[in-house]
């Protein structure tokens, strides 16, 4: 079973800058979720969606943060401008649906590193 | 008081030791655990889910006290293959059946041979 895939892997942008990143998470999992993880953090959650429909964003800081799956399947999460804070690994991860045992089971891909300088 | 507290360690613990890590969680209504352990440079991968009546999955056992708001989880016999980081993650999700995972920092543990 492949698992879920990002890209890119890395990247490196001035602050101010854009950037996108991209997640194909497992075939068949409604569930999709973005996270932060800063260097010696554990994840923190920005963005959930279930499907095409976000379900929880009350991490993402709207103001430079956005995401979305517009088809349901693969999805983008953008950051428009880009700051020093910003640095960090984003991780998608994905489950097969949003609740009981299925939905505990996150499975995350590689991550992208970012590093705004 | 941070959602979920953990020892960040490092803990450095012999081939074939026993040992034990302990989290807390500040969110009272929180309804299922987890420990997911996550490798250097690697993503985080979900160890095993905590019950409320403990749970074993061969070396690896864990537990909850909902009372005090901790989790623990033991390694016996700990192998080389165990060094990783270990995370604490609570569900706080608000409805039934959903999730909304809060990571707490990770313990690193290194076994040394």
């Known amino acids: 079973e492949a698992g879920v895939a990002q890209s890119p892997r890395y990247k490196i942008i001035e602050k101010r800058q854009s950037v996108a990143f991209w997640c194909n998470p497992i075939?068949?999992?409604?569930?999709l979720y973005w996270y932060q993880q800063i260097l010696g953090q554990g994840p923190k959650l920005l963005i959930q969606f279930q499907n095409n429909g976000v379900v929880d964003d009350s991490q993402l800081p709207k103001d430079r943060f956005s995401a979305e799956r517009l088809k349901g399947v693969d999805s983008t999460l953008k950051i428009q401008p880009a700051k020093l804070e910003d640095s960090a690994v984003y991780l998608c991860?994905?489950?097969?649906?949003?609740?009981?045992?299925?939905?505990?089971?996150?499975?995350f891909g590689p991550g992208t590193r970012l590093t705004v300088t | 008081r941070k959602e979920v507290e953990q020892d960040p360690g490092p803990f450095n613990v012999p081939e074939g030791a026993t040992v034990a890590f302990n989290c807390t969680y500040s969110n009272s209504a929180s309804q299922s655990f987890f420990w997911y352990r996550q490798d250097c440079r690697k993503e985080p991968k979900l160890l095993m889910s905590?019950?409320?009546s403990g749970n074993e999955d061969g070396r690896f056992t864990a537990q909850l006290n909902r009372a005090s708001q901790y989790i623990s989880l033991l390694i016996r016999d700990s192998k080389l293959s165990d060094s990783a980081t270990y995370l604490c993650?609570?569900?706080?999700?608000?409805?039934?059946?959903?999730?909304?995972?809060?990571f707490g920092k990770g313990t690193k543990l290194s076994v040394i041979p």
């Open positions: 991860a994905s489950s097969l649906r949003l609740g009981g045992l299925a939905g505990a089971e996150q499975y």
């Open positions: 905590v019950y409320s």
């Open positions: 993650v609570v569900n706080a999700g608000s409805g039934a059946g959903s999730y909304q995972l809060t």
């Open positions: 075939s068949g999992h409604a569930t």
